[in-house]
């Protein structure tokens, strides 16, 4: 649930690589809790999950400085 990723993001400040597939109900709010908290990310991978845009991305790559490796297909938002 959205509700779990984001309590997962608040602790686990050390995560370094994320995959998240076919996630129907995570959205961009929750993907602004990640690039809020989780600036070690060095990998995220994104899957069908149809409800991340734009603003997600620009947020991550924003509040994640180390991120080496970002992949995203169908995601449609």
Known sequence: SVDRLISYEKNCRGLSELV??????????ALLEVGRGCSLLQALELVDC??????????I?????????????????
Do not use: F, P
């Open 20 to 29: 998240l597939m076919y996630c129907q109900r995570i959205s961009d709010d």
């Open 61 to 77: 790559a924003q509040g994640c400085k180390n991120l080496k490796k970002l992949h995203v297909r169908r995601c449609y938002e």
């Open 50 to 59: 149809s409800s991340i845009g734009d603003a997600a991305i620009c947020n």
